[in-house]
């Protein structure tokens, strides 16, 4: 007798209701106008309502009211979003897709028996070393010398790649060069030599951001200074959250909040400052993450307040003098968790227009997802590759040698695209290019 598999169609009963679980009443806000179809990247791409904001929001209305089960089917579909916001950015009706999103996953992930492999080995992966401040320290340190030995050159000349599976290939591939200095959280890192600071301001120094762009935390920190700020990056700092948050570990999300929490208002700070959008969106929602916790609520709301992008934070002020010309052409792209959840669009671009000499010209579509979407190009690179090509096709046509951005995952995502179609040019943050304009200007020591 052959071996009859279990359907595809168990329900998981009763559970999709649980803590933490999507209320019905926020997906019912949706009144299904349609307005969000076109936003959205993969809905463009495929053309299915199962794949738009819509189609999704139907079905977590449908499994909260127990009408269908968690079928591999329906966690697929949820599973392909990209978590962008763009839908959410453009909803009349004030849907928090975002959330509703999160919450959902973290209803499949809570199971397990449903939930696709790639959640199941991200919240492994996740809490294993970004939970962990010093276990990552020692995967960095193994991936350096994996990649400083020659092995790595070895093994991408070899056929042998080919066997790993395929989302650990997809990283590889992605791997950015380990820095031989990371960025160390240590306390005060700089100061105005020339009288007592203006602000004093935190700098949330994120998980991998020391390791593979220390450059842009020591640039912000310079600029930051510049500014009239006294600058302390709090050692006792963890990782964010928003990539447990993306994968339905909210469990852990919330764990990493409440610390971050401690340590940044220890510190007494009139600002928290990041250069990542994606950091950015889950500290400015740590409020929303904790309101039910009564020992937490007002404090994680108090923190958001506090937390700015370094864009945002920098034109907010008169910009200190001594730019020097940069003749460069560049265009600006958008990171999603920067403008579509938190809203800053102008902030760049000024900043990018205040450097002499810098040309900015706009790409068509720059609110785009350029399909890096946190883990999201290492789960999904046939859909990443997609937004990539139309991303790497706006950015030719504009003719710029740099394309400016303000977050990890998108730079990682446009240097990766830089290289697979041939263009010339680099990738940089916002705040590197200030900077360079600044120390341009400075007088040789
Ligand atoms: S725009 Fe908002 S209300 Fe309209 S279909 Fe999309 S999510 Fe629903
Ligand atoms: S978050 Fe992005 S990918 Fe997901 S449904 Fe909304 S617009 Fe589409």
New binding site residues.
């Given amino acids: 007798m052959s071996k009859v598999s279990e359907p595809e169609t168990t329900p998981i009963q009763g559970r999709f209701g649980g803590p933490d679980g999507p209320a019905l009443q926020d997906i019912l806000r949706c009144v299904h106008c349609g307005l969000?179809l076109n936003?959205?990247?993969?809905?463009r791409e495929l053309g299915l309502e199962t794949e738009?904001?819509r189609g999704?929001l139907y079905l977590m209305r449908a499994l909260s009211q127990g009408r269908i089960p968690v079928s591999q089917s329906v966690v697929r579909h949820l599973d392909l979003?990209?978590?962008?916001?763009?839908?959410?950015a453009v909803c009349p009706s004030g849907v928090r897709?975002?959330q509703l999103?999160e919450e959902s996953r973290a209803q499949i992930l809570r199971d397990g028996r449903r939930a696709p492999a790639s959640w199941l080995a991200s919240r492994f992966v996740l809490r294993l070393f970004f939970s962990n401040p010093q276990r990552l320290r020692h995967l960095m340190a193994t991936l350096r010398l994996y990649q400083r030995s020659g092995f790595q050159g070895l093994l991408r000349r070899s056929r042998h790649l080919s066997v790993l599976p395929g989302p650990w290939r997809n990283l590889e591939q992605l791997l950015p060069p380990i820095s031989a200095h990371p960025f160390t959280a240590r306390g005060v890192v700089g100061s105005p030599a020339d009288g007592p600071p203006r602000f004093r301001v935190a700098l949330l120094s994120g998980c991998m951001m020391p390791y593979i762009y220390d450059r842009v935390h020591e640039a912000t920190v310079r600029v930051l200074v510049r500014h009239g700020c006294e600058v302390v990056v709090p050692s006792e700092q963890v990782c964010c959250g928003a990539l447990h948050l993306h994968s339905g570990d909210r469990q852990e999300a919330k764990r990493l909040a409440r610390r971050n929490i401690d340590v940044f208002l220890a510190e007494n700070v009139d600002a928290i400052i990041t250069n990542v959008a994606g950091c950015g969106a889950a500290t400015k929602e740590y409020g929303e993450l904790l309101k039910d916790d009564p020992r937490y609520a007002e404090r994680a709301t108090r923190f958001s307040a506090l937390v700015k992008d370094v864009t945002e934070f920098l034109a907010d002020l008169p910009l200190s003098d001594g730019l020097s010309p940069l003749h460069q052409v560049v265009t600006y792209q958008d990171p999603c968790h920067l403008l579509h959840v938190q809203g800053v669009k102008s902030q760049p671009r000024a900043l990018l227009q205040a450097i002499p000499g810098l040309e900015l010209v706009e790409m068509s579509h720059p609110d785009q997802?350029c399909g890096s979407g946190g883990l999201y190009n290492i789960i999904h690179p046939r859909m990443a590759d997609r937004l990539l090509r139309h991303k790497m096709r706006d950015v030719a046509a504009t003719g710029a040698h740099v394309i400016a951005t303000a977050n990890v995952g998108c730079a990682l995502q446009l240097e990766a695209g830089l290289r697979r179609y041939g263009l010339a040019g680099r990738v940089a943050h916002v705040v590197e290019l200030l900077d360079e304009s600044y120390r341009n200007a400075a007088p040789a020591d």
């Fill in positions: 969000c936003h959205c990247p993969t809905y738009s904001p999704r979003c990209l978590q962008c916001r763009n839908c959410e897709y975002g999103m997802c």
